[in-house]
């Protein structure tokens, strides 16, 4: 074989397989809510923040939204921010209310956000499927935290891993209470036996405190195939009525602000990453 026609095939050979690395890089699976899982991509969860009160009559009709929505996938991740005059009022939701509604005074409840920035359709109890459609079995960035709690402190890591360079990136971590019981004003005759105010309601995932800022930290090293861990060690707050229904919720969001994954995780629990086997 002539020089000239080695070279040329060597030329040809070299350029298929960078093609061939170019798509295995650049190609993603379908990230579509029913898409089957590709392994090694991880799950990807919704959030849903509800701005609620125990004093607010309508704030059922969201809360039992999303306790439908988690009926329907393990992919739903909630938090309740309560507002006013409540026992569970969140005192550092001003900035989180700036960001999120601007210009506004005050809080006219019940409101709720997908992926902390949109809106979830009116009446939320209508529109389930809407929080379950940015869900996907196939995401780039994965979550995962370890914990433990004992005597009083608590010990918290998470870990973020990119599958994908990301830029522009913050972390929010919030640590939550369960099983908090106290009346709820309930004007919706349809929902949880119509009374007007339900006695001891059960009021899960409530905001108690912000282990980042609230509106999120810039996050670095957010590159292909590292992982990114933050440490928190801090006393569990003055405001926890029992450390032991104690739970976190930590996500990622982008240079919009919008949550591009979440994950809750309870006290003492150790996760992996969910990632497709």
Request: aromatic share 8%.
């Amino acid at each position: 074989m002539r020089l000239w026609a080695v070279n040329l095939f060597l030329a040809v050979a070299l350029s298929t397989v960078s093609c061939q690395k170019t798509e295995i890089i650049e190609i993603k699976p379908d990230s579509t809510p029913l898409a089957p899982p590709v392994s090694g991509y991880f799950q990807k969860n919704v959030l849903i923040e509800d701005y609620t009160g125990t004093w607010c009559g309508n704030c059922t009709r969201v809360a039992w939204a999303i306790e439908e929505a988690k009926k329907a996938s393990d992919k739903v991740v909630s938090v309740a921010i309560h507002n006013g005059n409540d026992p569970y009022h969140f005192a550092g939701i001003e900035p989180l209310k700036n960001l999120v509604f601007p210009g506004v005074n005050s809080l006219a409840l019940p409101l709720s956000r997908l992926n902390r920035m949109m809106v979830w359709t009116f009446p939320e109890t209508t529109y389930i499927q809407e929080a379950i459609d940015l869900t996907s079995n196939n995401t780039t960035l994965g979550l995962a935290m370890s914990s433990t709690v004992a005597n009083g402190q608590i010990n918290l890591e998470v870990h973020t891993r990119f599958l994908e360079d990301y830029s522009n990136l913050k972390l929010v971590v919030y640590l939550l209470e369960d099983h908090l019981l106290y009346n709820q004003r309930n004007y919706i005759t349809e929902l949880y036996g119509g009374l007007p105010v339900i006695p001891n309601f059960e009021h899960n995932h409530v905001l108690r405190a912000s282990l980042t800022n609230i509106v999120g930290e810039a996050m670095e090293g957010t590159i292909r195939n590292a992982i990114v861990t933050r440490r928190f060690n801090v006393p569990v707050p003055s405001n926890i009525a029992n450390a032991e229904n104690l739970s976190f919720v930590a996500f990622v969001t982008d240079a919009n602000h919008i949550a591009l994954n979440a994950r809750a995780a309870l006290a003492n629990e150790v996760q992996d990453f969910q990632e497709n086997p």
